[in-house]
């Protein structure tokens, strides 16, 4: 596609449920990021892969919390046991070199989860 | 935890007036990126600033990285509706290749 996607653009969820987002980058593009935004609050860093390797996973709030990126390409953010605080807009963007300092980030529209 | 603050939180004015969004940290940072995100959309890329001091122009907006490259400023000219919009600002150190935002200005512009 043109731009990132994610799916599914909302998820309502229980507490205690496994949940899985999937977030299929620009194609070409070797660096992939997750972010989590909270309402009124800006993105916050979860990991980033370079390629098929997570670079920097420091992000990633508890064990609960795991992404993969198998073949360099689409990557999926995967919850167990969601809890209600985990309920936000997960946001992944991916960028043609890596490094954000000198490259741009093109985000997807996010995936809305909400955990009842 | 946020490592840049952004100021004010909310801002609306009336279309014509200018503004100015202020992005401040105590880190330096290699360099510093403006975005722009609206209601569920992910933030698009305005402008790059990597120099300390630098300023840059794209139509009516003017991007500054301070000096000691911990601070920079969004001005916008003559506001239109169409400048309506969450405003983040977001750093990366010299060798951290994630991003870190603040948490936004949104900016309201009233026809």
């Known amino acids: 596609g043109a731009g990132v996607s994610q799916t599914p653009s909302n998820k309502v969820t229980e507490k205690g449920k496994y949940v899985e987002l999937r977030c299929d980058p620009i194609?070409?593009?070797?660096?992939l990021y997750w972010y989590r935004q909270s309402l009124g609050q800006g993105p916050e860093f979860l990991i980033y892969f370079q390629g098929t390797g997570a670079a920097d996973d420091s992000g990633l709030p508890n064990d609960r919390f795991f992404a993969v990126r198998p073949e360099g390409s689409v990557s999926t953010l995967k919850i167990q046991r969601t809890e209600r605080g985990d309920s936000a807009v997960y946001l992944c963007a991916s960028s043609l070199i890596g490094g954000p300092g000198t490259g741009e980030l093109f985000f997807g529209e996010g995936s809305r989860l909400t955990v009842l | 935890t946020q490592l840049l603050e952004q100021s004010p939180q909310f801002l609306s004015i009336q279309e014509g007036e200018n503004l100015t969004v202020y992005c401040n940290s105590s880190s330096v940072f290699s360099s510093l990126q403006w975005y722009r995100q609206e209601p569920g959309e992910g933030p698009v890329l305005l402008v790059t600033v990597v120099t300390g001091g630098e300023v840059k122009k794209l139509k009516r907006l003017t991007f500054q990285f301070g000096d000691a490259r911990k601070d920079s400023s969004l001005h916008i000219t003559a506001a239109q509706p169409g400048d309506t919009g969450l405003y983040l600002c977001?750093?990366?150190?010299?060798?951290?290749?994630?991003?870190?935002f603040g948490a936004g200005t949104t900016v309201t512009v009233r026809a």
């Open positions: 194609s070409g593009h070797t660096a």
């Open positions: 977001a750093g990366a150190g010299s060798n951290d290749y994630k991003l870190s």
